[in-house]
């Protein structure tokens, strides 16, 4: 664990956070009170958004002048100056006599006569008289304001009339976004937050800023928050801390019968459908809880739909209600959904779930569709449920074998070979034999790394009489040894699976497609491959409930013939896609390692080297076990980002780790690991061991049928220094790879073997084109070696590939080695300083009394010797120099 400031365990007084952010907020502030045409300035915001900490930050700022301190509350807000009481002298008014505000207004004044600054914290909770006398005093300039209000809660007439009436500025204070909590989490822990945990402690807190440092001191001494491999994570749920629910409690405040029961139903029903809750409550009920900021409303699609305000308000709810008191409103909510008719698929899910958690749900089947609803959505945790409850009332197989899938894929196989071996244990017919075959080859393939999980499935279809049936399991055999890297029997059982006709059953037509389009994809075939992606997809419904697996393989599929064609933006979205999909739909957190490993390998590729290490190390925080499925990706990832940066010995450990915790069934996925090792021999100097390794790993892609990685592997080669071993087999290689990519690839390899500077120039200009900016620095490097120190060209490449390298993120690869910044002449840096703040050629001429035509020429110069375009480029450049 990191180094932290003790954890405060009393309970009551934790010390306070470091202020961060709000920087804009803050700042609006200032401008005011410091001067214009306001007479100060209202914060208005939702609760605990951080009004009255903005405030405190604002005044704590000030140099000089007399702060008058007053506070509206719940308390006072009935008695007249209650709030400015400690104000006042004893006896107030102290001849009971006429004007009591101005006289009040006196009392307030500092002695030195000068303009104070009334600082009012939740000026909506003022009463009246003492509203009164802050507008009194605004208005008729004897003080400057600075006051807080809740946005949504009444407010006496004096202290709205504040901003309606112009004499002060009010600004609006949102919750605090998830990016900004990200930055004030990781100030306070003195860490980055993982992405999956940001977002969660954001959907329960909602920017609320109190809310959040009550969970963050409760996941601190719980334990639950802790820092694993340099990034804070969340392990386990997120229950709430006797004090905040203290806290949440008495924000929500007293609630007749009516309105508790209204606030149930949107807590346990959330989101329920504003005509269902309408059958359940009563309508005033609804009204008053809206009024008072409890439930609210929102639109999905065609239907008004209602939840608590705040998450926190239904975990509060929730904690309070008893088991009975569930059961029972569960049961009332699936009544009344029912009987509105449930129209929607989740609807079925929803009704389902409520139904097991009344204690009336008797019946399998709607158990069994709501399990295989819940995986299709890869809600993971709820299907395993659902799937339980459904072999316990009787389901058999075909409630086992949904219940397995979910097993597998939440890395718990024991418990899925044991589910599939109950109901297998009497007699069982062909089909259910052969499904149970089907699910525990692919299960034992992505969870436990069985290379030969293919006998599971050969052995069931030799037994099998039905054709369909030994289809489904010939295409179940291919899988296995697809991902076992073994291409060729893979496609043999691929093909002997189509001798029996197009594949009937749609889950393995679907699983047949994932297997052809990897195989095309990896093979350099992209364009059909995304073709075929593409269809299967479109075709979702047809397979997502049985096999909910595909979906992500078949976006891997798209992001990885994306990548082998260069189109690395194309990629990218492909990878955020997916991963957000699988983050904030669902936290499955295999699905999540995988896409964080891809968005590593995007980046590197990019030459961000400092975000592939993050995102390969968040991929690591998300790994199931020691041995896990895309290990070797992202620790591959890890290993190749860090040797890149120079990090030598996290290269070495990582790449170690990589092949230790790597699954035998992820060969395709996890090849990037073998694609490090070059790297990381690089980065221990050893450049003969790089190449060979390089080499090797050229022919490793080769015999698992993975063109584009072999095309990736000899172009190491040429970037390493040795293009004469691979020009050859890389110019052979280039036609069966779709896309442009491949043909630059190629072009450099030659350029690179020639010594050819205009070309590795051209090749250079072509990887900057495709977004590939360390491969455009390398090339450029190796452009300005051919040419020679001593030639302008080669002055200007080494420019370039010098600027190059410095948008990469610290990434220092062999080929550029010995760059130097770029040195410009005295006149030259003049001009380029000048040009960098933004001043036209002709202002610079004049400054300098030269010809604007100079001045150009001059920076034509510049230009060229620093590799860059224009102004807004050398602005940026210039400091580094
Ligand atoms: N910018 C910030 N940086 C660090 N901590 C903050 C920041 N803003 C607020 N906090 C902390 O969050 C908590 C809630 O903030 P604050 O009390 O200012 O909210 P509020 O909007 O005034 O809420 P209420 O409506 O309940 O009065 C406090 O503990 C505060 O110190
Ligand atoms: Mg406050």
Redesign the pocket.
């Known amino acids: 664990m990191a180094d932290l400031p003790p954890v405060p365990r009393d309970a009551e007084a934790p010390a306070?956070?470091?202020?961060?952010?709000?920087t804009a907020q803050l700042d609006a502030v200032r401008a005011i009170l410091d001067d214009g045409p306001y007479a100060g300035v209202v914060v208005a915001?939702?609760?605990?958004?951080?009004?009255?900490?903005?405030?405190?930050?604002a005044v704590s700022e000030r140099a000089s002048g007399t702060v008058v301190t007053v506070r509206g509350t719940t308390a006072a807000a009935d008695l007249p100056f209650g709030a400015v009481a400690h104000l006042l002298p004893e006896r107030f008014p102290p001849d009971g006599g006429a004007n009591p505000l101005r006289r009040a207004a006196e009392a307030l004044r500092p002695p030195d006569g000068g303009t104070p600054l009334l600082n009012v914290?939740?000026a909506h909770l003022l009463d009246f008289a003492s509203a009164a006398l802050v507008h009194h005093m605004v208005l008729h300039c004897q003080a400057r304001l600075l006051a807080?209000v809740?946005s949504g809660e009444p407010a006496p007439d004096p202290v709205v009339a504040l901003w309606k009436d112009g004499l002060v500025r009010r600004i609006e204070?949102e919750p605090?976004p998830v990016e900004e909590t990200g930055r004030?989490l990781a100030q306070?822990l003195g860490g980055r937050v993982e992405t999956v945990t940001l977002r969660r402690l954001w959907r329960v807190t909602q920017g609320?800023?109190?809310y959040?440092?009550e969970m963050v001191i409760a996941g601190r001494v719980s334990g639950a928050l802790d820092e694993i491999g340099g990034l804070w994570r969340w392990g386990g749920d997120l229950s709430l801390t006797p004090r905040l629910h203290d806290l949440v409690e008495a924000?929500i405040g007293e609630l007749d019968e009516d309105e508790r029961e209204t606030l149930e139903f949107a807590t346990f029903g959330e989101p329920l459908g504003a005509d269902v809750l309408a059958r359940l409550t009563d309508a005033a009920a609804v009204e008053r809880c809206e009024a008072r900021q409890l439930i609210t409303g929102f639109r999905d699609g065609r239907r008004l739909q209602v939840r608590p305000a705040h998450p926190l308000y239904g975990e509060v709810v929730r904690a309070r209600a008893t088991p009975e008191r569930a059961r029972d409103l569960f049961a009332r909510l699936a009544d009344a959904v029912e009987a509105t008719g449930a129209r929607r698929r989740d609807d079925a899910l929803r009704v389902t779930v409520w139904r097991l958690d009344s204690g009336t749900a008797r019946r399998p089947h709607p158990l069994i569709t709501a399990c295989r609803l819940a995986m299709s959505v890869f809600d993971i945790t709820l299907a395993q449920r659902l799937g339980r409850a459904a072999v316990a009332a009787g389901g058999g197989p075909a409630a086992a074998v949904p219940l397995a899938y979910a097993l597998f894929f939440d890395d718990r196989p024991e418990e899925a070979e044991q589910v599939l071996r109950r109901v297998m244990d009497g007699p069982a017919a062909e089909t259910d034999r052969s499904g149970y075959a089907w699910i525990r080859a692919l299960g034992l393939t992505w969870s436990v790394g069985d290379a030969d999980a293919h006998r599971v499935a050969e052995e069931a279809a030799s037994a099998v009489t039905d054709p369909a049936v030994r289809q489904d399991l010939l295409v179940a055999s291919a899988f296995v040894h697809f991902f076992a890297g073994r291409p060729l029997d893979s496609d043999r059982q691929l093909a002997a699976a189509r001798r029996l006709g197009a594949v009937r059953n749609p889950a393995s037509a679907a699983e047949a497609a994932v297997v052809e389009g990897l195989r095309l994809a990896h093979g350099g075939k992209t364009v059909p491959a995304r073709a075929l992606a593409d269809a299967t997809l479109r075709d979702a419904t047809r397979w997502r409930d049985d096999t909910p697996d595909v979906y992500w393989s078949l976006q891997c599929v798209r992001l990885l013939s994306f990548l082998f064609e260069g189109d690395l933006t194309a990629a990218e979205e492909v990878t955020g896609l997916t991963r957000r999909l699988m983050r904030e739909e669902a936290p499955w957190r295999l699905g999540v390692a995988g896409f964080d490993g891809h968005l590593a390998q995007i980046r590197l590729l990019r030459g961000q080297a400092a975000d592939a290490v993050r995102f390969s190390r968040e991929g690591i925080a998300n790994l199931g076990g020691y041995k896990a499925g895309f290990a070797g990706l992202c620790l591959g990832e890890l290993a190749h980002a860090s040797a890149l940066l120079g990090d030598g010995a996290t290269a070495e450990s990582a790449l170690a780790d990589a092949v230790d915790r790597s699954l035998r069934t992820f060969v395709p996925i996890d090849f990037p690991a073998t694609l490090a090792r070059p790297w990381v021999h690089a980065a221990a100097g050893d450049l003969d061991a790089a190449v060979a390794a390089a080499l090797a790993a050229a022919d490793d892609a080769e015999t698992h049928g993975l063109r584009g990685y072999r095309m990736f592997a000899l172009h190491d080669v040429v970037r390493l220094g040795a293009a004469p071993l691979v020009a050859g087999r890389l110019t052979r290689l280039c036609p069966a790879v779709d896309g442009p990519l491949a043909p630059v690839l190629a072009r450099h390899a030659v350029a690179a073997a020639a010594g050819d500077g205009p070309e590795l120039d051209a090749v250079s200009r072509a990887f900057e084109r495709m977004g590939l900016l360390l491969h455009a620095a390398e090339a450029a490097a190796q452009a300005a070696a051919a040419y020679g120190p001593a030639r302008r060209p080669g002055v200007f490449a080494a420019s370039r590939a010098w600027a190059l390298a410095g948008r990469c993120q610290g990434a220092r690869s062999p080929a550029l080695r010995g760059l130097t910044p770029p040195r410009l002449t005295a006149r030259q840096r003049e001009i380029a300083g000048l040009a960098a703040t933004g001043l036209s050629n002709r202002e610079i001429a004049d400054r300098l009394t030269l010809s604007p035509r100079t001045v150009a020429n001059h920076l034509v110069g510049v230009y060229r010797r620093l590799g860059v375009g224009d102004r807004a480029a050398l602005a940026d450049l210039l400091p580094r120099i």
């Open positions: 306070r956070w470091p202020f961060v952010g709000r915001g939702p609760p605990g958004a951080g009004k009255s900490r903005l405030a405190a930050q914290d939740d807080t809740r204070l605090l004030l306070v609320n800023l109190l959040l440092r924000r």
